[in-house]
């Protein structure tokens, strides 16, 4: 049974969540376990590509493509590991997931956000939880309004 670790910020962000998250999956990976790590960052963006590296620093591209959070890339390298666009995903993501089922008709209901985005990231975590350990980290601070469907998800 796979086991969770969640990493969140304080009151700042970009205080080294993600070497954080990264040196502890190192640390735990040398006992022998298997370790996997999702980013989840609470932005309405797809992906960082399109946004100021001023202001959200700098982007990592994965092998398959993907322009994905600067922390993936300490991922890389502190796991030894190639990690894809399914190591990280946005609420951009989310919504556009859902508005796209909603156009096609997929669910005949009431679409309210809560409920849905719980469902999404409890598949989020099913699908990267195949090894001993997934280490989730939540881009932004623990009081960005943003983050909350993801930190009401970690208290589930």
Known sequence: MTKYIFVTGGLLSS?????TAASIGTLLKQTGMDVSILK???YLNMD????????HGEVFVTADGAETDLDLGHYERFLNVDLSKKNNFTTGQI????????????????????????VKLSREYSRQAREDLLIVELGGTVG???????????AR
């Open 144 to 154: 960005d309004i943003e983050g909350s469907p993801f930190s009401r998800r970690y």
């Open 48 to 55: 960082p590509g399109t946004m100021s590296p001023l202001e």
């Open 15 to 19: 205080l080294g969540k993600g070497i």
């Open 95 to 118: 919504y556009h997931s859902v508005l796209t089922k909603e156009r096609k008709s997929t669910w005949a209901r009431q679409y309210r956000w809560f409920p849905i985005s719980s």
């Open 40 to 42: 989840m960052d609470p």
